[in-house]
């Protein structure tokens, strides 16, 4: 693993999520709230889910023994949500690009119920991406059945091809 491939991730995880932000940015508060079957029954705690899962990482990077699960305590507008998790996306960016290189393979500890689990750090931003990528494909989902499809691409390829052209 190489510091370009872990930041062309983490850039492409803020591409999609500033996309994405676009979307939301169109919706109405009945939309943004309209309970529908998924993971998180509204695109409101789906949105929620995925910034709060954002923000743990980086708490759990800088050890932080008090980690924030905004998830549970987040109780504001789309405005305000949409505006945390631009924050948090700067954050996460500075985070991956101040890491150190030959530190990637440093174990990152969690507590998941009564268990610690541990990865490497290089891992911990892949698995990052990947459950994003999951919760992002649902909001998808969520979005077309409340009406809206102004949607563009966010596909892995897009964001290469988009890039080596700037």
């Given at each position: 693993?190489?510091?370009?491939y872990?930041?062309g991730?983490a850039n492409?995880?803020?591409?999609?999520?500033?996309t994405?932000?676009s979307?939301?940015?169109?919706?109405?508060?009945?939309?943004?709230?309209?309970?529908?079957?998924?993971?998180?029954?509204?695109?409101?705690?789906?949105?929620l889910?995925?910034?709060?899962?954002?923000?743990?990482?980086?708490d759990?990077?800088?050890?932080?023994?008090?980690?924030?699960?905004?998830?549970?305590?987040?109780k504001?507008?789309?405005?305000e949500?949409?505006?945390?998790?631009?924050?948090?996306?700067?954050?996460?960016?500075?985070?991956?690009t101040?890491?150190?290189?030959?530190?990637?393979?440093?174990?990152v500890?969690?507590?998941?119920?009564?268990e610690?689990?541990?990865?490497?750090?290089?891992?911990?931003?892949?698995?990052h991406?990947?459950?994003?990528?999951y919760?992002?494909?649902q909001?998808?989902?969520?979005?077309?059945n409340?009406?809206f499809?102004?949607?563009?691409?966010?596909?892995?390829?897009?964001?290469?091809?988009?890039?080596?052209?700037?």
């Amino acid at each position: 693993m190489n510091k370009k491939y872990l930041l062309g991730i983490a850039n492409y995880s803020n591409w999609v999520d500033q996309t994405v932000i676009s979307w939301l940015e169109q919706i109405n508060d009945e939309q943004w709230e309209k309970e529908m079957p998924s993971s998180f029954s509204s695109i409101a705690k789906t949105t929620l889910h995925l910034v709060s899962a954002k923000r743990i990482w980086i708490d759990f990077w800088n050890k932080e023994p008090k980690p924030v699960y905004l998830s549970r305590e987040f109780k504001g507008s789309k405005e305000e949500l949409l505006e945390i998790w631009r924050k948090i996306m700067a954050d996460y960016l500075r985070f991956v690009t101040k890491f150190p290189e030959h530190e990637y393979d440093s174990a990152v500890s969690i507590n998941i119920g009564n268990e610690v689990w541990s990865m490497e750090f290089s891992q911990t931003v892949l698995h990052h991406n990947n459950h994003a990528s999951y919760h992002r494909g649902q909001l998808v989902t969520l979005l077309r059945n409340a009406g809206f499809s102004d949607f563009s691409n966010t596909d892995l390829a897009t964001f290469y091809v988009k890039i080596n052209r700037a």
